[in-house]
Each structure stands twice: as structure tokens, then as C-alpha cells.
């Protein structure tokens, strides 16, 4: 049988190790989008002030950018058509 008190206590000696106090204390913090390193929370955007990490921050959102007009010009030459199709014209 199973001795519900034995895991009770385990459990309750679980909860109370140091460990997990540590890890339920730490203070709140952000990590650098490129690197990883701890960085403040307010920091924004979420990279460090490594001139490496903003470099590579500025590549992505330009890559971003292009994606999203990409997008939209996909999105326009699919759409455009069935659109004008069902307005009556190309017909
Ligand atoms: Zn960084």
C-alpha cells in the first residue's frame, strides 16, 4: 500500500528546499534577442547594447520589412484578380 503521509512529505519537503525558493525569488529579467545575455527589463527593444547584436537587430527588422511588402504583393496579385472576377470585370 501506498503511504500517503511518506509522499505527503516528500512533496511538502519539495516545495520548501531552497531550491525552489531561489528560483520563485529571482527577479524578473529579459534576455538578448541575438545573444541571450540578461538584459533589463525595460530594456527595449529586448537586445543588449552590444553593437553586434544591434546591427543584426536592424538586419532582421529590414528583412522584416521586405517580407511584409512581399506578403503584400503576393497577397495583392492573388487577390487582385479574384477580386476583379467577382466584381464583373475580366470577363
Ligand atoms: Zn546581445
Known amino acids: 500500500m501506498v503511504d500517503a503521509k511518506a509522499i505527503r512529505d516528500k512533496v511538502n519537503k519539495k516545495i520548501n528546499s531552497p531550491r525552489s525558493k531561489i528560483s520563485s525569488n529571482l527577479p524578473s529579467h529579459k534576455h538578448c534577442r541575438m545573444c541571450g545575455i540578461e538584459i533589463d527589463v525595460k530594456t527595449d527593444p529586448r537586445i543588449c547594447k552590444n553593437e553586434e ?3 543584426k ?5 529590414k528583412q522584416d520589412k521586405m517580407m511584409r511588402i512581399m506578403f503584400f504583393i503576393f497577397f495583392i496579385a492573388i487577390v487582385a484578380p479574384v477580386a476583379l472576377q467577382l466584381f464583373g470585370f475580366g470577363r
Not at 57 to 61: F, I, V, Y
Open 57 to 61: 537587430l536592424e538586419k532582421q527588422s
Open 53 to 55: 547584436c544591434v546591427t
